[in-house]
């Protein structure tokens, strides 16, 4: 399997704290943004499906993330998964999972499964999620802050640049260690998708000739920032054909 993923790191410095505490004005209220509390697990899952359905070579499975999330929300520990929330309903999530970097001698954290619902992009939710992640780590006396996003992401890579994080030479490798886990990935390769705005449908077994995607490439290979050929939506406007 290609690896799919760069890893970018934020050192959390004071120098780096500067570019993320400019006044900056969001039309929501900081307020909005709450740590996730039991509960919270069905509207976080549900997320998530958007954020696997979009990312290269995730699949969404929400009985496995619900599981997951649970695991964080009832052990603080481990990690803290902050959420948007407007009229009360979660439109955007982010999470710091915990671990040590020996290097630093200090508490490290992950930062992963950032997503805001189509309908709240582009008004700096993610932004602002992002931002009280990363005054949290500050706060809690965390010294790195390392996420991973697909290498083709222009935009997230952009977006994650623009708050203060720095692209790593580090490479990224992992290996599943349960072999069902893998059959579960590759379950649905064959399966056609279809385009929530247009109905159009994606065959894996044609692909798309117009975006150059060859026959035979599953959905979850498709690059993060494809899109419908025939109304443009992108990949988290598709669902899988049971
Ligand atoms: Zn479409």
Redesign the pocket.
């Known amino acids: 399997m290609e690896l799919a993923y760069c890893r970018i790191v934020l050192k959390i410095a004071e120098q780096d704290m500067a570019t993320i505490q400019h006044n900056v004005s969001y039309p929501f209220s900081m307020n909005q943004i709450r740590t996730a509390a039991a509960g919270d697990e069905r509207q976080c899952a549900a997320l998530l499906a958007i954020l696997f359905a979009q990312e290269k070579e995730f699949l969404p499975d929400a009985e496995a993330q619900a599981r997951g999330l649970a695991a964080i929300i009832g052990n603080p520990e481990l990690g803290r998964i902050f959420v948007f929330e407007s009229g009360g309903l979660i439109r955007g999530m982010v999470m710091l999972l915990f671990t040590v970097s020996t290097w630093l001698g200090k508490k490290v954290a992950l930062l992963e499964d950032m997503i805001v619902a189509p309908e709240w992009r582009e008004k700096g939710v993610g932004s602002a999620l992002v931002d009280h992640a990363i005054e949290y780590a500050k706060t809690e006396d965390f010294g790195r802050i390392t996420l991973l996003t697909d290498s083709d992401n222009q935009s997230a890579q952009r977006f994650y640049l623009s708050k203060g994080f720095s692209r790593s030479e580090m490479v990224v490798f992992r290996k599943l260690l349960d072999t069902s886990d893998l059959a579960a990935i590759k379950e649905h390769d064959a399966d056609p998708w279809m385009?929530?705005?247009?109905?159009?449908l994606y065959d894996p077994a044609e692909g798309d000739q117009e975006s150059r995607v060859k026959a035979g490439t599953p959905f979850r290979l498709l690059p993060s920032d494809w899109?419908?050929?025939?109304?443009?939506?992108g990949k988290a406007?598709f669902d899988l054909l049971p």
């Open positions: 385009c929530r705005e247009c109905g159009w899109s419908c050929p025939v109304c443009f939506a406007f």
